[in-house]
């Protein structure tokens, strides 16, 4: 587990995930009796953080020797939550070394480096998988057995707000770490959430064809961990459309610098020709069509209607785990048995794709057509932009 003292690889992917797993007694075969243990080697730059983890939690492994750990053939799965200038570099390491891989996205820096791991993967034999987690979540997956049951008829249009307030880091601390907001870390919420939204699209309502993307850097000086002020030459919001196939418009707006007014920190609303539905991280409330409402538009008389009240929520039916864990056991299944695993790296490809081509549409201010990416395809960046069919678009209103 490299770089597990970060964030998300503490939290989620070491306490809530492979510790759980362990502490549960391993990941339950399909034969439904079997179970594989797991064990970790946290890998790292600094050993005293190393070792102050591994002593909290009763760890045995950690070296801040990543080759050394590579060449062991006691640890199967390599697992990368490096910042994501390090991660292209580790990984090659690891498929040299014939380890699966099971990564935090994006995968690379460019479309053309992510393209490239999952080539050498391919090539290797190997195993490999990235983190698709919020497809896990509990409102995604109700959303899920909607979209199955046939609930919106056709669907035509998918709405979504992400995001909250950042805090700039000099009366309040930030809640996200500074590289976040330099560009030339890797940080941008479109690198960051793009990818997000491209494997949500896609499993959910179909293939992304399209972007049209506008990115703004709202708060142009942040406050670092150590007090010191710094110029912020990220993005910390975007505002984009993207046409799916199939006709489905889905226009999601992705900000740290908003005021959260809505049920959680991210929600996106369905509408169908049959009905509509608002999910959450946890939530979902569906209108059918047999009990629309018939709203009438009248500005000069007060609207005392309770909107809200229309909405049924829809029951979980089951329990939901956490996502991050529940897809890390796939992957561990899909590693020792061979079980499905559709999250690959060349899935990674097209979300970095995304990304890149969303900041390329900021930039250009056109909307850009994403073409089809298979482990063949014989394409730069610069290919994209030059080569897809594109259309002038205007101007977001009020953008800067």
């Known amino acids: 587990m490299n770089g597990v003292s970060g964030r998300m690889g503490y939290r989620q992917h070491l306490v809530r995930s492979i510790l759980a797993i362990r502490e549960q007694g391993g990941v339950l075969l399909a034969d439904g009796e079997t179970r594989v243990q797991v064990e970790p080697i946290l890998v790292g730059r600094s050993e005293k953080k190393l070792a102050d983890l591994a002593a909290k939690h009763g760890i045995e492994h950690y070296t801040t020797d990543l080759d050394e750990a590579l060449a062991d ?20 390491k690891a498929i040299a070394a014939g380890k699966a891989i099971y990564t935090e996205k994006p995968t690379a820096e460019s479309f053309e480096e992510a393209l490239e791991l999952a080539r050498l993967a391919d090539e ?11 497809l ?10 909607l979209i199955d049951s046939g609930f919106f008829g056709r669907i035509l249009s998918v709405r979504g707000e992400f995001g909250y307030w950042v805090f700039e880091g000099d009366w309040q601390p930030a809640q996200r770490p500074s ?3 330099r560009s030339e870390d890797g940080g941008g919420i479109i690198v960051d959430m793009f990818p997000h939204w491209n494997y949500v699209l896609e499993n959910l309502f179909g293939r992304v064809e399209s972007v049209y993307a506008k990115a703004v ?39 740290w610098t908003t005021r959260v007014n809505r049920d959680e920190l991210v929600e996106f609303q369905v509408d169908g020709t049959h009905g509509s539905a608002v999910v959450g991280l946890f939530g979902c409330k569906i ?22 009240g229309d909405w049924i929520e829809s029951p979980g039916n089951r329990e ?6 529940t897809q890390w056991e796939e992957f561990i299944r899909h590693v020792v048995e061979d079980a499905p695993n559709e999250f690959d790296f060349l899935a990674g490809a097209r979300g970095v794709l995304l990304a890149e081509q969303g900041l390329a549409s900021s930039r250009e201010g056109r909307r850009i057509e994403l073409p089809v990416v ?27």
């Open 374 to 400: 298979t482990l063949g395809s014989d394409l730069s960046t610069a290919d994209v932009a030059a080569d897809v069919a594109t259309t002038e678009a205007p101007a977001f209103a009020g953008a800067r």
């Open 179 to 181: 590289w976040n907001y």
């Open 287 to 308: 209108q059918p069509r047999n009990a629309t409402p018939k709203p009438v538009w009248n500005p000069d008389l007060a609207d005392d209607h309770d909107y809200a």
């Open 320 to 325: 939901f785990e956490n996502g991050f864990k």
């Open 124 to 134: 290797a034999g190997i195993k490999n998988g990235v983190v698709h987690d919020k």
């Open 217 to 255: 850097t709202e708060i142009p000086e942040r406050v670092d961990e150590r007090g010191e002020a710094y110029p912020a030459t990220a993005d910390d919001a975007a505002y984009a459309i993207f046409e799916l196939e199939g006709g489905v418009v889905a226009q999601l707006n992705s900000s």
């Open 136 to 145: 896990y979540l509990p409102g995604l997956q109700k959303l899920k057995r």
């Open 73 to 92: 053939d006691r640890w199967q799965i390599y697992a990368d939550f490096l910042v994501t200038k390090a991660r292209a570099v580790a990984i090659k």
